[in-house]
């Protein structure tokens, strides 16, 4: 079965407000022909080559990729060596596959981040936290916003939610700033890299912040400040919310055929 390009479209705008999106971002429909018909969907966290191929094999009408592309301006959608004359690009390879493929993109990116069931939401949820609030609200919805803030139900360790995160998220390690044997009770979350908020999760009473990534400056700014951090990696900290988006497109939209890209990694390894 199928459904309309656009009415997909809209249910995602419906999911993703646009106007809950930052200023820089790029979020929507992004790439395809709006009238389009859609009957096989792609739920990933960052279009990559290896996702563009795997979308064109697996004939995908379209791609909700987390990360927007393109983000950046592209002057020429060239494939091939990145020299003159050819000019080409990975970026540019990708768009003229996806053209060719005719794969279509949505991006929610901090629109799903902040929204009302979005990724701070849910990763706030794995705590079990009481009195959650945005970290930064709206102002026109106070109920979603920037980042998440609420209290655990008692007092922990770091060290015990370090435990926790890296069995929630499948994790073989999780770096964090602080005192191990601290303990700590309300916590914050903000997904991705978001060393920016560091100063406001402290300032709203935040023990702990649970984010993506931070710079090494940024986390002796948190060491400086007495806020603890959590860095599961960028990776982690939002790809799961792209399974569970994948359900629930299928739920509401029976007749399409929407699954989690089965190739996408983590690039950063360790051991």
């Not at 249910?11 to 993703?16: E, G, K, V």
């Not at 079990?128 to 109920?143: A, K, S």
């Amino acid at each position: 079965m199928s459904i309309p390009l656009l009415q997909l479209v809209a249910y995602l705008d419906s999911l993703f407000p646009i106007r809950l999106a930052e200023k820089w971002d790029h979020v929507g429909l992004l790439v395809g022909d709006s009238e389009r018909i859609v009957r096989r969907v792609m739920c990933c966290l960052t279009v990559t080559p290896r996702i563009v191929e795997e979308a064109v094999r697996e004939r995908v009408d379209m791609v909700v990729s987390h990360h927007p592309f393109p983000f950046h301006a592209m002057q020429r959608i060239v494939e091939g060596p990145d020299k003159e004359p050819v000019g080409g690009s990975i970026d540019g390879g990708m768009m003229l596959n996806l053209i060719e493929g005719r794969v279509a993109v949505y991006s929610p990116h901090t629109a799903h981040d902040s929204g009302h069931n979005g990724v701070n939401a849910q990763l706030a949820g794995m705590f079990g936290l009481g009195g959650i609030r945005p970290l930064v609200p709206d102002t026109e919805d106070p109920g979603v916003g920037t980042g998440r803030i609420g209290k655990l139900p008692q007092p922990a360790s770091l060290l015990s939610l370090v435990h926790f995160l890296k069995e929630r998220l499948s994790l073989p390690y999780c770096h964090y700033v602080g005192e191990p044997g601290s303990r700590v009770q309300t916590l914050a979350v903000c997904c991705g890299a978001a060393d920016d908020f560091i100063a406001t999760a402290r300032s709203n009473g935040a023990d702990v912040l649970v984010l993506g990534e931070a710079r090494f400056h940024a986390c002796l700014e948190a060491e400086s400040l007495g806020l603890a951090l959590l860095l599961p990696g960028h990776y982690p900290s939002e790809r799961f919310a792209m399974d569970r988006l994948a359900d629930r497109i299928t739920a509401d939209w029976p007749t399409l055929e929407c699954f989690a890209s089965r190739c996408e990694n983590d690039p950063v390894k360790g051991r």
